[in-house]
């Protein structure tokens, strides 16, 4: 048995999200990904998990799950996503990948097999007990916003346009109250599923990235980078929210401590989109970022 680790780049405009996902027969509507096909009556989504874990299939043979570290949402980017699967090879059979196949192989079969818009950046033989999950000790985030009364054009699906002038400086000053363990129950969404909603980030902080481009000029780039052991649903896109508030004068910079304390959805700022949002690095206790 040998256990594989991917570390997978991908663009989440056409995705509903990383995790496989199905719809019951007679669902009201199909969310606008679409599904790839039909199986048992059920539309299957176009998820990043389930684009990978078909490649995977095809190339070492195997009904193999691929399991992912980070839950991203419809619309939400990665850089290095970090997923694993275990395979079994039997050579008599012409099932599996044997290590003597090499990872630099695997990498190129599935990247021939995989769309577009998903780029598998590296292979690795791994521990048998590796879990993409449970390993994991700490991840980054960045969520970038393009702030000025011209659109974006080539990256509009990787930024988030907004017409308001920013105070990077402010915003900066209240990213910081974020640092450290709070309760987070004022910055997730209803329905999150976790028992608790404390979490842990060690590092927010929002500094100025660039200036417009050449059909862009008058335009600025912000960008919020954020890292932690864990986040609650749509968390990162709410603290950017509020942030974003912050910076057009909206919430005071010093009332960050506050809306913690208070666990009062409503008083923070509103969840931004899924574009800007982007899932930088991961790392494990080899200290590596994938």
């Excluded at 059979?93 to 769309?115: C, F, I, K, M, Y």
């Excluded at 590296?122 to 991840?139: A, H, Q």
């Excluded at 640092?179 to 929002?206: L, P």
Aim: hydrophobic share 35%; charged share 25%; glycine share 10%.
């Amino acid at each position: 048995m040998i256990r594989y680790r991917l570390t997978i780049a991908y663009d989440g405009s056409s995705f509903h999200g990383w995790q496989k996902q199905e719809l019951e027969p007679g669902a009201p509507s199909i969310p606008a990904s679409g599904p790839l096909y039909e199986r048992n009556g059920r539309a299957i989504l176009r998820t990043v998990q389930e684009v990978v874990e078909q490649a995977v299939r095809q190339v070492v043979r195997e009904q193999v799950q691929v399991q992912g570290a980070s839950r991203t949402d419809a619309g939400v980017h990665a850089r290095a996503q970090v997923c694993a699967f275990t395979s079994n090879p039997q050579p008599a059979r012409g099932v599996g990948w044997p290590a003597e196949r090499g990872t630099d192989t695997l990498l190129r079969a599935l990247n021939s097999r995989l769309p577009e818009d998903v780029l598998v950046r590296r292979v690795e033989i791994v521990e048998p007990s590796f879990d993409p999950i449970g390993d994991c000790e700490e991840k980054g985030y960045d969520y970038t916003f393009h702030v000025g009364q011209t659109r974006p054009l080539w990256d509009r699906d990787f930024v988030f346009h907004t017409w308001h002038e920013l105070d990077a400086s402010r915003m900066q000053r209240a990213a910081a109250c974020f640092v450290g363990e709070h309760d987070f129950s004022a910055f997730c969404a209803a329905g999150h599923g976790r028992q608790s909603t404390v979490r842990t980030v060690t590092q927010c902080e929002v500094r100025e990235v660039a200036t417009g481009d050449d059909l862009t000029p008058r335009t600025r780039r912000l960008r919020l980078s954020i890292a932690g052991t864990g986040f609650l649903y749509n968390m990162v896109r709410i603290i950017a929210g509020t942030l974003h508030e912050v910076g057009r004068g909206k919430i005071p910079a010093d009332a960050i401590p506050g809306i913690l304390a208070s666990g009062d959805r409503a008083r923070a700022g509103p969840t931004l989109p899924p574009e800007g949002l982007c899932l930088s690095w991961i790392r494990y206790p080899d200290g590596r970022l994938a």
